[in-house]
């Protein structure tokens, strides 16, 4: 059974940083792109950034420059650094597969509050 379980979240004052990973089991980790996906609450959820197998990147313009997503592979885990964090960061952000989501992947999620 696949599951992603995202992890790293918390209470993070405007300008800090913060890092996510999102550990895969089962094979889908090394099969696909991933991707780093956010919703803030009332919202919908909302792409954040994505990585292909080869490790190739894309950003959502509103984090772009300041998120780097990565993955390694071996460790079937896939990482989001966040710096110069601003409040309208503030979402539970999840990861699933990219381009394409698969709805059982959902995991719970962690959340990310950015308030002074």
């Known amino acids: 059974q696949v599951q992603l379980v995202e992890s790293g979240g918390g209470l993070v004052q405007p300008g800090g940083s913060l890092r996510l990973s999102c550990a895969a089991s089962?094979?889908?980790?090394?099969?696909?792109?991933m991707g780093w996906y956010r919703q803030a609450p009332g919202k919908e959820r909302e792409f954040v950034a994505s990585i292909t197998i080869g490790s190739r990147t894309n950003y959502a313009d509103s984090v772009k420059g300041r998120f780097t997503i990565s993955r390694d592979n071996a460790k079937n885990t896939m990482y989001l650094q966040m710096n110069s964090l601003k409040p309208e960061d503030t979402a539970v952000y999840y990861c699933?597969?990219?381009?394409?989501?698969?709805?059982?992947?959902w995991g719970q999620g962690t959340q990310v509050t950015v308030s002074s």
């Open positions: 089962g094979s889908v980790f090394s099969r696909n792109g």
């Open positions: 699933n597969t990219f381009p394409k989501n698969y709805g059982a992947y």
